[in-house]
């Protein structure tokens, strides 16, 4: 580490001409990377409990708008100091974009230059005089990012560096021409809107240029970045700055309170709710016990699903990062995760999940899978290298569950399952060398014995058929009185499967439901639009087809289930899940399913000791 006490400065020495030239910040150029041999370097941490923090003197002048014009600004000296977590003076934590990777600026510290990125730069010009402090935290100059050992200690406490902070810094960019004015206007109604106090009719007059300046806030890259979501919610107040603009970060929420204007491009729309999204996580992880933060987002679910639910927009240069991000907001005592930088992107992976499920005692994971191979943000190699009981972190699965969360739960008002009596799932020690296998306790219950294609696509026949597209070969096959049976029993059980098991517990109910089909009239829906397609979409099944089991039960999989597929329970996961033998007596993980009479224990009839093994790969 350089030393803490200020060098002194000397304009005949080289290290003042870095000084000068390091700092330009205040008047952004290209640094040529011209005397490397002085460039800084950094010492290693003393002891674990030990963070960098960045010291800043002569800080007063910058601060100041009142120096006096005559006398010329003392430039800021910049130090490296290290302090215990358990003795940290009062520091500003930074959270910003890198944005391009090449560093092409350069940062004195203690007359010694560390080449840092243009938009740490541009956000270190601005930051004295919008926010002086004497110590700052910032990821790209306090952690030696060349050293992956002390990264992955660093993440590994990130979250009590950002708890500890005095605040955060939000740095989104430069001047956006209006922002301020429109915040100072928009604060207050959608306060009031969000505590109840009044209604939308505060922004049904608000044309498009008064929003803007917001949505072009929005559109910023800070808003698409994994980091951002613990760097914005463990500290104890939050700053957002665009150039000379700032705000808290709940007055931001508050601002963007106002309804869609239906004529903004699709792609902005896009934009601005993916970004939405990311604020309204924050606001309601950083403030849950607030009436306006009361929504299922709230609810607490899980740190798998903080994972996948927060990642609709989210990057990282580095896809470990992914899972790495968010640990700091990981507050179960039971799981324990390691960043560890040595490891390859699958290993990584496959060791979070490991730790989710030790910890958890449960499967529940498994309802993210299959991975989807076009949301996923990994190379392909990777993605195929994933066991097939690997979530891939990088991708947020949109393809629709069986099994809801917590937040989907409250947000469709229907009942959980529990197809394992609620037996847990009992961790293995894994076998040395085979990491990559899972193994999990259950017994066979059904195999899959015919696939129903033409259940989900009607539209594609002539008419409307009495039982959803099946044929009468395929209606039989499961009930040889349907055709003939005038309490139309094979047809609600068609509802229960189109839904999911959802129908007849949430809105609309089944007899609703074939009523509208009979009549051609979908629910809520626009005409043109077939029954069993609005469902599909309503419930997020699009991707589950219907199926037909070897004990003529119905059941919905995943387009990629074939006949011959185990229908299989799990100790630990609450409803059915398909598996495809492999050689070696392996199972590979082809997804959740629904079925028919299994859904809530009924298919579980043996005891916990008496259940098969199942090694998933």
Known sequence: MVSTEPTPRDATTPGDAFHSLAFRHLDPEPWDGTLQDRLFEYEPLTLAGHIRLLKINNLEPLASKNWPASEPPRLPHYEMVQVPLNSLPTYTAL???WGHPTRTHALPISGAPLAITTSLAEALRALPRIAPCEYLWIDQVCINQADDNEKSHQVQIMGEIYSNSHKVIIWTGGEIQGLQLAVDALISPGRQICE????????????????????????????????????????????????????????????????????VVIDRIRKFYASKIVLDTIICLKHPSKTYTSSYRTRDHGFDSLIIDSLANSHTSDPRDHVYAFLGLQKDPNIFIVPDY????????????????????????LRFLPNNPYATQL??????????????????????????????????????????????????HPVPGEESKLVASGCIIDSIAGIFSSARNPELREGRPRFFGLTDEEVTALDTTALSDPTQKLRKRLVAMLTGGCVGVAPPGVEEVLKCYDEGQPPLERRENPLTWFLARKFDLLSFTPARSERKKLGLVRNTACVGDLVVILHGFQVPIVLRPTEGGNHVVVGQCYLEDAMFGEAMTWKEDEADEFTLV
């Not at 072009?216 to 500290?235: G, K, N």
């Not at 190379?379 to 969360?405: M, Q």
Request: glycine letters at 4%; a negative charge; proline letters at 6%.
């Open 379 to 428: 190379s392909d190699e990777d993605h195929t290298g994933l066991p097939s009981w690997v979530p891939d972190w990088s991708a947020r699965n949109e393809e629709g569950r069986i099994l809801r969360d917590q937040r989907s739960l409250a947000h469709r008002h229907t009942s959980n399952f529990d197809a394992a009596k609620g037996v847990p799932h009992h961790p293995d």
């Open 342 to 365: 040595s490891l390859s992107v699958i290993d990584a992976f496959t060791r979070v999940a490991s730790a989710v499920i030790k910890g958890t005692n449960s499967l529940e994971l």
């Open 196 to 263: 109840g106090i009044s209604d939308l009719k505060a922004f049904y007059n608000l044309s498009h240029a008064d929003v803007e300046p917001l949505w072009q806030l929005l559109e910023r890259p800070w808003f698409r970045r994994a980091w951002v979501i613990q760097e914005a919610v463990l500290p104890k107040a939050a700053v957002v700055v665009a150039g000379s603009c700032q705000m808290a970060l709940e007055e931001l929420y508050w601002a963007t309170c106002w309804p869609m204007n239906t004529s």
């Open 95 to 97: 959270s910003y974009t």
